[in-house]
């Protein structure tokens, strides 16, 4: 099924740098109280959000990934806010042969997601396949809590509506999904933070 994805590929060049901060935000990360408990499980996290954040800028040639290291209160806002899209966020999930596996979303979505799978290849390098982006009215009817632990994600569930995405061929596309956001919130009466 996902070879009818886009596919992009990521050289052992292009991911060390992101390999070198995914280490840089797990130790500014442990040092915050409610990450202390967290295990091993903070550089994962956030490589394959970065690997996935990567593949989406090589596809539509842009520059969204920040680089900066600080505490997660700084970097409550969508992927893409650093291209003009603060309403978009990135997920990353590797692809397992032996396991069948689920990107985590928010059951209580208020943003869209560009969801990537990712597969390891022989040289080192990454393909990631991205079907396209998912808005949070599809994220909030396909997630559910079917297999996941409470004690590990409590506002998180498993995403089982891949097929359900729509098509961006360019940066326009993810812009005006963007931008589609606020009116979406009026009207589900949802209330957040106004992103600067």
Known sequence: MIEQYNKIYLSKEEIKPLEELALKIEEAKKAEPKYINDGENIYYRHIYGLYAEKAVEKMFNINFIDYTVGNSSKYDHGDLKNAGCPYVGV??????????????????????????????????????????????????????????????TITKGNFHGVHD???????NYIKYYNDQIPGWLKKNNIQIKVYD
Do not use: Q
């Open 91 to 152: 997920k990353g999930l590797l692809i397992r042969k032996d396991k069948k596996t689920y990107h985590k979303v928010s059951r209580a979505a208020v943003k869209c997601e560009i969801l990537v799978f990712i597969e390891k290849t022989d040289d080192g390098g990454l393909i990631c396949y991205v079907p396209g982006l998912y808005t949070p009215d599809t994220l909030r009817k396909y997630t559910t809590r079917d297999g996941v632990e409470e004690e590990v």
């Open 165 to 171: 995405y729509k098509k961006i061929h360019n940066y």
